[in-house]
């Protein structure tokens, strides 16, 4: 049973090192499409997008990939992002956590979500 679960795990890594677009990605980047300027963005999607650009600019490159795999991504569990990147599920779980409270105590950031959140209740 051990052999068919790890047999298992090596076919599930191998398909996770390839990205699986969706239809709309082809239809967004195809040539009569044009890509969105920074002024085209709501709201939201520029936080997302400064809180990405934050991520990779004050952790590691390593780190930055747990974060997007964790939330933004593929919404991996510790346990699999362990089994990924050969490091323990605590180790990734303290430094996931540790961007999570960077980008949480970050005052630009906690502003503007409030500010979205005011947004959304009032229309």
Known sequence: IGCYKKAALVKIKRENRYAHPEDDFF????????????????GCERLVKDILRFVRQK?????????????????????????????????????????????????GFAWRSQMLAVESFMY
């Open 27 to 42: 239809l967004r980047c195809g040539e009569e499409a044009k890509f969105l300027s920074e002024d085209d963005l709501n």
């Open 59 to 107: 952790f590691s490159y390593e780190e930055y990939r747990m974060f997007m795999l964790r939330f933004y991504e593929a919404q991996f569990s510790f346990k699999a992002l362990a089994e990924c990147m050969g490091v323990s599920a605590s180790a990734i779980s303290q430094k996931v956590c540790r961007i999570v409270d960077a980008v949480r105590t970050h005052s």
